[in-house]
């Protein structure tokens, strides 16, 4: 053992060259104002001469301070070369010479931090009610606003209102749940809230039929057209509430003689005017034969 000890700490009092190891590096910058897109690299690899108790130390990473690379703004180029880090890493090796850096480069990507205030908002189109019901209310968010932090590229591709999704299908009564907000790149923005709370009524429809004459456009000048068959109906269900009752005369049906298919001599009916109350409708047939009269 006293032959072992002699010899370990004869070795590490001799001088040793050429010697390849990794050395920690830190990037030093501003928070608040920048932020990296990309995880930062740690350490470099080098080539260093010196005593064996300061290449101990440094395989042991004791008493080790990495070598600082201090960033002031946002980098013009993302990337720096093993010369350009040679400096700040002779600057703490604390008794080892550096002979070179082996890293050739070393890449990294910041971006801008900056924190966008954006008012949220549901489209009433995109929720998947059930059959025979109807959105009767607004649709409250609360809160009514999110606010974005993280990298400027990506926070300032975000639409405005911000989309809230409802993952809930088949709505058939009155909602009020929180929703969580989703977006992409949770890695590198956060919000300031994780979910909201959305809540509308739902309102059962009642449904009617009534029959109706359909008007000809687009129909060539002295021309007699006769329609198979000449009235449409019309299936629609509404929402009650204190108008006067629905009227056919409400509802506009055309047949636009400029599409007629000449291998059936048919036209699709067109709704062009319906009441307000009206929310889904069902036309019985949809496409009539439009017939010259001879």
Do not use: C
Request: without cysteine; positive net charge.
């Amino acid at each position: 053992m006293a032959a072992a000890t002699f010899w370990f700490l004869n070795a590490l009092n001799k001088n040793y060259s050429n010697i390849r190891t990794s050395y920690p590096i830190h990037f030093v910058y501003d928070e608040a104002k920048l932020i990296p897109l990309k995880p930062l690299p740690e350490q470099v690899e080098i080539n260093v001469s010196g005593k064996g108790w300061k290449l101990l130390r440094k395989s042991l990473m004791l008493d080790v301070r990495p070598a600082e690379i201090v960033v002031f703004s946002l980098p013009r180029q993302p990337y720096l070369t093993g010369s350009a880090l040679r400096p700040s890493i002779s600057g703490v090796l604390d008794g080892l010479q550096l002979n070179f850096v082996l890293t050739d480069t070393v890449h990294f990507s910041f971006d801008r931090r900056i924190q966008r205030h954006i008012p949220l908002a549901v489209d009433s189109t995109k929720i998947k009610i059930a059959n025979n019901v109807v959105i009767a209310s607004p649709i409250a968010i609360n809160p009514d606003s999110v606010t974005f932090d993280g990298p400027a590229s990506i926070i300032n591709t975000f639409p405005s209102p911000f989309p809230v999704q409802l993952p809930i299908t088949n709505i058939d009564r009155s909602f009020k749940r929180f929703v969580p907000l989703a977006y992409n790149n949770t890695s590198l923005v956060k919000a300031n809230i994780p979910e909201v709370e959305v809540s509308f009524a739902v309102s059962p429809l009642t449904w009617e039929e009534k029959v109706i004459a359909p008007t000809i456009i687009n129909a060539p000048e002295g021309v007699q057209l006769q329609v198979y068959p000449q009235a449409i109906t019309i299936l629609y269900g509404y929402r009650q509430s204190n108008a006067a009752p629905i009227k056919p005369e409400q509802f506009g049906l055309t047949l636009n003689y400029a599409t007629l298919n000449p291998a059936d001599s048919t036209v699709a009916v067109e709704i062009v005017r319906k009441p307000v109350q009206v929310h889904q409708f069902v036309i019985k047939p949809q496409r009539v034969k439009i017939i010259p009269v001879l």
